[in-house]
């Protein structure tokens, strides 16, 4: 980055989430392995933009997110918004901050209080952080941001229950609830994946929408490296509560330089003819986030590495992002290997 | 001879404020060895159409069908006794979410010897567990975790585990309905490399169920697009999905992400599938097609030949492009 770039919206350094032992893990003697659900992240989040956490169940992209937003503690490392070192914020500093990071779920129909109507749900941010003078002003607020997620004319929306709208509907309010109190920041954890694929692009769309007419950063979680690809301006892959590869979408996508995201994109399915390209299936699962491998830890899935014979540094030497182009970094040691091998070109 | 054949099969769901139509004279082939696909938004009759096969939708469903028939043996005609015996044994079912479908208190090895001790009783105990062996073998899960319970497996293995189930009394068509939804991609490729591995190793049939049709292309031969409980599509996937011949089925491709093309935000289906309740005159698709025209509002369009084993509901099959 040069130093005319503007200074991040939130930076996160060397952040590690580590989780006590479950219960079932420990041995008689109460030992366990801890689980780092996040180990040694540093990622920065720019005004404005949609950044998306790609990766699988395990990967720690929901837990990086929930721990920028202080919903569960840091073990170490920093979180930086504005200038200001939040890691550890407390009290009214804190009620501050809840009010400038907003998050819409995954699941419209967990999400949502069923005995709220929906004008309840949305009013009750104003009423939380006391926003709004007087309670017309309040129904005015939460008018306007039920139309501003196209849930027109309000006022039929406003005493419905959410067991009486659809899915895209629901997932609408939960993104009227997240808008009124003008964020700068909004996570959004895999909010599509819920919804039946015809509706799925409204609602991606009204997104976008909203971050171009408020200027909020976004960032956006999912296991779907084909949506990141259409939506955000850069891509973080995780892998086991690590960054393995991160850059622009379009360039990240069309030549991917870590073999995790090259396997990831190899996988996409495509309803396309010609979609029936190399697939690279990974073997096993994502290794528990309490039993990290040595070294690199994609090393025992790694089909570069078993393709290069095995090089030992792999096991040995835990990779650093480093650097690959403007704004691109990967961790991987063999990242200039088959620099061309985009798996589905 | 098809091994599935489905000829005019109809379900109404009486309810309180009218019929609901969910199967609207649905016909179609499954052929040997064939993955089949069953694909469109939720509520358009998929899983209900193939429910219908082994007869497991609700008492209150009211089923009519001139034929279903299986390896040639029609099944309307059959007593419930009859079709007790096709169940597991000809037919089986991977139900959707793996979690609630398997038994929380009981190892793997016992759910899945449980269908061979209750279908196949002549199996000694022996060769039941020789077969559960070999069926663990088959769908990548090592024997020694069989005494393992669901809980101590991801979503994918007892995704797995549900399989070797279903395969565990030698059916001869499998119904998968939605096997891989709420996975991740990696996990949705190793399952479908699954299916399609024993598909090839033991010769059997599958109706593959998803609203999901990046996830049918991938996988299926054939595939039957289903709107408002009837056929609006079927054919090849492969030229199917190159030149689709219904503007629904152009809709649903639109809906994913094109990788071979520009950074575009994909496109939505504007509206709603229509209320099942209501008579629909012409076709059912009208109210979100951009090619409708009168003859669409006031003629249902029949299924007809557009291609080679390709059939369209379509008024206007040629002009979708």
Not at chain 1, 193 to 220: K, Y
Not at chain 2, 81 to 91: G, I, K, L, T
């Amino acid at each position: 980055m040069t130093t005319s770039a503007p200074p991040p919206l939130v930076a996160i350094d060397d952040l590690h989430v580590v989780y006590p032992p479950s219960r079932a893990s420990r041995d008689l003697a109460g030992r366990g392995r801890p689980v780092r659900a996040v180990d040694g992240v540093s990622i920065e989040v720019r005004a404005g933009e949609v950044l998306a956490l790609v990766g699988e169940s395990g990967s720690g992209k929901t837990t990086l997110a929930m721990a920028l937003m202080r919903l569960v503690p840091a073990t170490s490392g920093r979180i930086v918004y504005r200038g200001e070192d939040i890691t550890r914020l407390v009290g009214a500093g804190l009620r501050r901050l809840r009010r400038r990071f907003q998050i819409v779920f995954q699941d419209p129909y967990e999400s949502l209080d069923p005995r709220q109507t929906v004008g309840d749900i949305v009013l009750e941010p104003l009423l939380i952080h006391g926003v709004g003078a007087t309670g017309g002003e309040r129904t005015i607020l939460v008018t306007r941001a039920l139309e501003s997620v196209g849930l027109t004319p309000a006022e039929e929306f406003v005493g419905r229950f959410p067991h009486q709208l659809s899915g895209g509907q629901r997932q609408r309010v939960s993104i009227a609830a997240a808008m009124i109190l003008e964020p700068d920041l909004v996570v959004a954890d895999e909010p599509v994946s819920m919804l039946d694929v015809s509706v799925r692009a409204g609602i991606l769309r009204l997104i976008l929408d909203l971050r171009a007419a408020r200027g909020f950063a976004c960032l956006f979680i999912t296991h779907d490296l084909s949506l990141a690809w259409v939506l955000a301006d850069r891509i973080a892959v995780l892998y086991l509560g690590r960054v393995v590869e991160i850059g622009p979408a379009g360039s990240l996508f069309s030549s991917p330089r870590h073999p995790y995201t090259r396997a990831l994109i190899s996988v996409v399915p495509m309803p396309r003819p010609g979609a029936h390209r190399t697939q690279e299936i990974l073997e096993g699962e994502t290794p528990s986030p309490a039993s990290t491998p040595t070294g690199c830890r994609f090393h025992p899935r790694c089909p570069l590495r078993r393709r290069l014979g095995n090089p030992e540094i792999c096991e040995r030497v835990d990779p650093a992002l480093e650097p690959v182009g403007p704004e691109w970094a990967v961790a991987c040691h063999f990242a200039m290997e088959e620099p061309d091998a985009r798996p589905g070109a | 001879m098809s091994l599935l054949e489905i000829d005019d099969l109809s379900v109404r769901f009486p309810t309180s404020r009218g019929e609901v139509r969910a199967v609207d004279r649905v016909s179609f082939r499954v052929e040997r060895g064939e993955m089949l696909g069953l694909a469109g938004e939720s509520g358009c009759g998929k899983t209900t159409t193939a429910l219908a096969v082994p007869r497991l939708l609700p008492d209150a469903a009211v089923v009519e069908a001139r034929r279903i028939a299986l390896d040639g043996r029609d099944l309307v005609p059959l007593s419930e006794h009859e079709m007790e015996a096709v169940r597991w044994r000809d037919v089986a079912i991977v139900f959707q979410g793996a979690m609630n479908a398997l038994n929380p208190v009981q190892s793997v090895r016992d759910q899945i010897l449980e269908p061979i001790r209750l279908h196949e009783p002549e199996v000694s105990g022996a060769a039941a567990r020789a077969r559960v062996d070999e069926l663990l073998e088959q769908v990548g899960i090592s024997i020694r975790r069989g005494r393992d319970y669901p809980h101590e497996f991801s979503g994918g293995m007892r995704q797995r585990v549900m399989i070797a189930m279903a395969l565990a009394c030698r059916p001869k068509l499998l119904i998968a309905d939605e096997p891989v939804t709420a996975l991740d991609v990696m996990i949705q490729a190793q399952i479908l490399a699954l299916l399609r591995d024993l598909r090839d190793e033991l010769g059997i049939a599958m109706i593959l169920i998803s609203h999901d049709l990046s996830v049918i292309a991938e996988a299926c031969d054939r595939t039957v697009i289903m709107y408002a409980g009837r056929v609006a599509e079927a054919g090849g996937s492969g030229p199917m999905f190159e030149h689709p011949a219904h503007p629904y089925t152009r809709a649903l491709i639109g809906a994913f992400p094109d990788l071979t093309s520009e950074r575009v935000l994909i496109d939505g289906i504007p509206g709603a599938p229509p209320d099942l309740r209501a008579i629909i005159l012409g076709c059912p698709y009208v109210p979100r097609c951009p090619l409708a025209i009168e003859r669409c509002r006031v003629e249902q369009p029949a299924l007809r030949e557009v291609g080679a084993g390709h059939l369209s509901a379509c008024h206007r099959a040629e002009d979708v492009a």
